[in-house]
């Protein structure tokens, strides 16, 4: 059996479990959970899984659900997806709407979760045509930037083993039934800070009483401005962004302190120094200038790496899906200035892993045409974190099962041959955890 022939075989199942994805997906929309926060749907993970016949440990850095189906001697492929949502209130008014208050599956994990357990069952159901160990990981937390390494440092490689090639996907807001990736830096490296800027506080009639830490913070919020234009050559890439800034209670009060939150996106190690460089010492710098009596606090909230596609990886992954799928539905988007943590599983082994983690489409096609036609796409296609944010269930779902199906049988070996390899000794059935 050829590989498209074992492809065509493995994806001939798909039509019977549509219905069942969708509204698999809408119920996991529904029920949305916070970073480590996503028992319900670990829960659920782990019992579909499990029923397919794939062997399942629970609570692997924390939440998290690994599920491994060893069948004959063959390479290891890693398949990722992750499940926490977002403090979202959801705006978009679909009978499956999120019901916890504001909480929302605002960045489309619901689809990867769903589109990740709809591959692992046709893999399992084709597993006569391949030959290999599939390690399906539901992955907690990367919103927060801590759910793969917390399933890595939880022992992930001296219990599951180290994979071959790690394979994942993302739903974005491209055309639905479109595959995007990028060889190289893929998605960008994140730095997230909080700033507490120490002023003196007075009486909001008697300014000069006071050292006014929201003069100063505005003034540095002005000043970051120019870190990017004036910083950072033309040819690099960097977005600076100052996301949150808070200061004071009343308006007649001038108060002690600001806080701002900041982020910090960057593609290359050396650009990413620069910047954080140029960004402490604005801080510092308008602290000084405006005679602050105590140097301003800057502490990390979280931090993704930069996303690595491996070259060769992305080129045979690729090819695969667009042959199913059709070379004109494979596009490269670019860099995407969105961070993603699924890097760990592929840097954080004895041995660099190929990465090859793609975009597939969640929005009209119809409506995508007409807004970029208009100018309109940023403001008319809800992307990714908006509380409109809303994939097209059909196709989208068939095309993350395709998508990751075939990409899982582009790396797999080929029929089974030889004896079944055991499982690592430490794996657990879905009832235990840690």
């Known amino acids: 059996m050829t590989a498209a022939e074992r492809t065509a075989s493995a994806l001939r199942g798909l039509d019977a479990i549509k219905g069942e994805l969708a509204d698999l997906y809408r119920d996991l929309h529904a029920h949305p959970e916070l970073s480590f926060e996503e028992h319900r749907t670990a829960a659920e993970v782990a019992r579909r899984a499990a029923s397919y016949g794939y062997e399942v440990t629970t609570g692997v850095g924390r939440t998290g659900v690994v599920a ?193 939150q900041i982020n910090i996106r ?66 490269d988007p670019g860099p995407v200035t969105g961070s993603e943590d699924v890097g760990y599983f592929a840097t954080c082994a004895d041995r660099e892993v190929p990465l090859c983690y793609w975009l597939f489409g969640g929005a009209g096609p119809a409506e995508v045409v007409t807004a970029q036609k208009a100018g309109t796409f940023e403001r008319d296609i809800p992307s990714n974190h908006s509380p409109f944010f809303a994939p097209l269930v059909e196709p989208a779902v068939t095309t993350g099962v395709t998508a990751l199906t075939t990409a899982a049988l582009a790396w797999l070996g080929g029929a089974k041959t030889g004896p079944q390899p055991s499982s690592p000794p430490s794996s657990k059935s879905p009832s235990d955890s840690r």
């Open 68 to 260: 491994v189906l060893a069948n004959g001697e063959g390479p290891t492929v890693l398949l990722r997806a992750d499940f926490d949502a977002l403090p979202v209130t959801e705006r978009t008014g679909l009978p499956y709407a999120s019901v916890n208050d504001g909480v929302m599956h605002a960045c489309g994990h619901d689809m990867h979760v769903t589109c990740l357990l709809g591959a692992l069952r046709l893999l399992a159901d084709a597993r006569d045509g391949w030959s290999g160990r599939i390690v399906g990981v539901f992955q907690p937390a990367e919103e927060t930037a801590q759910g793969a390494r917390a399933m890595v440092e939880d022992g992930f490689y001296e219990r599951f083993g180290i994979p071959d090639v790690v394979l994942g996907q993302h739903v974005a807001p491209l055309p639905v039934g479109m595959i995007g990736a990028h060889a190289g830096p893929a998605f960008a490296a994140t730095d997230a800070l909080r700033v507490r800027m120490f002023g003196k506080g007075a009486h909001g009639s008697r300014p000069e009483a006071s050292i006014d830490p929201v003069v100063m913070a505005a003034a540095t919020v002005m000043r970051l401005q120019t870190v990017v234009s004036r910083e950072i050559a033309g040819g690099e890439t960097a977005v600076v962004t100052v996301g949150s800034l808070r200061a004071g209670t009343k308006d007649n009060i001038i108060p002690d302190e600001a806080e701002l």
């Open 266 to 331: 960057t593609y290359t190690p050396e650009v990413r120094r620069r910047v954080l460089a140029a960004v402490e010492r604005i801080i510092k710098g308008e602290a000084a200038t405006a005679g602050a009596e105590r140097e301003p606090e800057i502490t990390e909230i979280d931090a993704f790496p930069v996303l690595d596609n491996d070259a060769a990886a992305v080129e045979r992954t690729m090819a695969a899906i667009g042959a199913v799928l059709g070379e004109d539905r494979i596009l």
